[in-house]
């Protein structure tokens, strides 16, 4: 099936922590004192961001969570990835099964002739492979989300925390690096417009980041970490001249404050 582009949706996206917040990143020089765990760093400035996969995953996985029957996923887990009636049982649902054993939901098409449920919503936002039955393009790009309250002033916090054995109760200290809570990152997400049900699309990002902002971005979250606010500016549109007022008020319905109890 052949796409046009009819036109992009951009949204300017201010993210703030409103917990510590750790995406981890990798030390390029070991130092005596330094963190177990460090986060993930501009190589340039030495400055945080958050890396627009790790937003793009995380908005994906939300829906995938909300939207999909992951009891087969969690039975191949149990099964220490041994059963092979429930890996075929997987990969007719659309789920491919990496080297790594890693699970991953890839085919829409797949998914609805297997179990009757519609969720072409998620392999239009986030794409599906060109070799799948019914390809599609990925609708949404996200930007890496750049620090703009950061200055000479500013530092990361270093958690210490212990894991403990449940056996001897001896304890393994390990420090974590961590963005402090307030500070914010600022970002885009862009929609490119194929058809007029991209539009319809856009209800399931707005639940995807009402669910964000009930989650977390990053590592430990479980245990406090990374817990965000989102505020979306209202869209622009390109060419400028892009979209009816039917396409403008569904791109408006996305921009506003998210956070937790409201």
């Known amino acids: ?15 703030r922590a409103e917990t510590g917040l750790h995406v981890g990143g990798s030390a390029s020089v070991y130092e005596i004192g330094a963190p177990d765990s460090p986060v ?8 945080p961001y958050i890396p627009g996969s790790s937003v793009k995953g995380k908005l994906r996985s939300l829906l995938e969570a909300r939207y999909l029957d992951l009891s087969a996923v969690k039975q191949y887990h149990a099964s220490g990835r041994s059963d092979g009636d429930i890996k075929k049982k997987l990969e007719s649902m659309g789920f491919r099964i990496s080297k790594k054993e890693i699970v991953q939901f890839e085919d829409c098409a797949k998914y609805m002739k297997e179990t009757g449920k519609d969720v072409s919503f998620i ?11 019914e390809s599609e393009p990925t609708r949404l790009q996200i930007t890496d989300f750049k620090v703009i309250n950061w200055g000479a002033d500013n530092d990361y916090e270093i958690k210490g925390e212990n894991a403990l054995d449940r056996v001897t109760s ?4 390990r420090f974590i690096e961590r963005v402090p809570a307030g500070t914010k990152f600022e ?18 990002l707005e639940e995807a980041l ?19 606010s989102v505020k979306v500016d209202p869209p622009e549109f390109y060419p400028p001249g892009f979209g009816t007022d039917d396409v403008r008020s569904k791109a408006a319905a996305l921009s506003k404050e998210y956070n937790i109890g409201e």
């Open 187 to 204: 970002g885009y997400i862009i929609m490119n417009v194929y058809e007029n049900i991209d539009l319809d699309d856009i209800k399931y």
């Open 40 to 47: 993930v760093k501009d190589p340039v400035t030495g400055e």
């Open 210 to 228: 009402e669910l964000l902002v009930r989650d977390y971005i990053g590592g430990h979250g479980t245990r406090g970490y990374g817990r965000v």
């Open 123 to 133: 392999c239009r936002l986030f794409g599906q492979p060109g070799n799948k039955e």
């Open 170 to 173: 001896a304890a393994n200290p």
């Open 1 to 15: 099936m052949a796409y046009n582009l009819k036109g992009k949706i951009v949204w300017k996206v201010t993210i």
